[in-house]
């Protein structure tokens, strides 16, 4: 799956720009699959990107916005944070 989502990345940054709402969401996609492997310093990295660019597009009370500091606060969770 982060095999997938890195090609769809690829894809966005080419077509939307690192600054697309649709470009965030990806990189919340690909934090979610490090999430699960296990690797929770690169899922939080890649969240906190996300977050980076909902907040510059979205603005910081949006719904997307929302689900990516939920998931932030899930990665800081399963570190025991």
């Known amino acids: ?5 890195e090609k769809v990345l690829q894809i966005q940054l080419a ?3 690192e600054h697309h709402p ?3 969401k990806t990189f919340g996609s690909i934090g979610n699959a490090h ?5 929770i310093d690169k899922a939080l990295q890649v969240h906190e990107k996300a ?4 907040q510059a ?3 910081g009370m949006h719904a997307e916005t929302a689900k ?14």
């Open 1 to 5: 799956a982060l095999q997938m989502y």
């Open 15 to 17: 077509t939307l720009g």
């Open 22 to 24: 649709e470009t965030a």
């Open 35 to 39: 999430l699960l492997k296990g690797e």
């Open 51 to 54: 977050l980076q660019i909902q």
């Open 57 to 59: 597009t979205l603005g």
């Open 68 to 81: 990516t500091y939920g998931s932030i606060g899930h990665a800081h969770l399963l570190k025991g944070e």
